[in-house]
């Protein structure tokens, strides 16, 4: 077992270590303040293969697999949490649900702009009335002819402000709430379809959060995306691979903490010495450290076993639970080593703190995770 990365992985770290560190991480403060992400970054980041990680290279893509795409959400995340966050709904749900689900003519037409960064894309599941009870979402598909007319609205939709493609799961059947559901690809000026006003959010403000409603909105027959009623089993293994990217966002988060705790320990002076010096704060950089390198393991395994052709179900919410509380609290912990200094806009740790929180309720609380893992314990146990 071989825990170093592949020297191509290496490049691809020290790469995208280098562009977060330059383009990114000067602007994030700005960007959490104004709530955007300009064009032009996000231009660059497509130049460069950041949005299409996952997506083949014969369609445009970087082809970086999951192992790739987990490495990368780690960097953007140590510089700002809202821009991966619009990667890993861009790369991991949007494009993820086309790589699951879509035909050959589907990926043709929709991967390579995609992958290129010539357009945003987007991923809508959740709904006013259902969050963690995904399947019991009310948005409706009917079939008319040779098409499909989509009434519903969705809610806390990442990318929704600028996409210009949307992943829409709508009920198609009432004889199965699970397998009742379908997915949809919906184009942009599709009429029918609107976006509301920007969610005011704690954190993860760089990226944009909307409602978006369908009255009537009606696309050709060929946009069904999957098997019809299907698409909540597919709706699934896009999460499972999400999750992964979430875990890796949760780890540069609270790795982005420490780093930022351990400089300012070593310049804040106190009782004489730098408080770096003091042993009680450097077990809690030692407690940060080890259980942020324990969540990266957790998620380049599950990244592996996708990489692989493996299901990551349990693994991809261990990593997903455990990085995401870790990171929470290593961001708290680092303000507490700062003192007044880490609760200040001043220092990034308070951005941190903030977009971390996110990450244990997006793509499956940690409440559903530990139900996820329970049961697959269970049915374990039960075969043994």
Known sequence: MDFDLPEEMSALREMTRRFCAEEIGPHAREWDRTGEIPMDTIKKMGELGFMGTLAPADLDGAELGYLGNAIVMEEFARQCGGTALMLAAHNGLCQGHLLVAANDEQKKKYLPALARGEMIGSWCLTEPSSGSDAAALKTRAELRGDEWVINGSKMFITNGDRAGLFIVTARTSDESKTKGISAFIVERDTPGLSTGIKEDKMGMRASDTVPVNFENVKIPRENLCGELNMGFIDTLKVLERGRIAIGSLSVGLARGAMEEAVAYAKEREQFGKPIIQHQMLQFMLADMATQIDAARLLCRKAALLQDSGQS?????????????????????????????????????????????????????????QRLVIARKLLDLRKGA
Do not use: H
Request: net charge negative; aromatic share 6%.
């Open 312 to 368: 990551s179900e349990i693994e991809s919410a261990m990593c997903k639970l455990f990085a995401s509380e870790i990171a929470t609290k290593a961001c708290l912990d680092a303000i507490q080593i700062c003192g007044g200094y880490g609760y200040t806009k001043d220092m990034p740790m308070e951005r941190l703190m903030r977009d971390a929180k996110l990450c244990e309720i997006g793509e499956g609380s940690s409440q559903v």
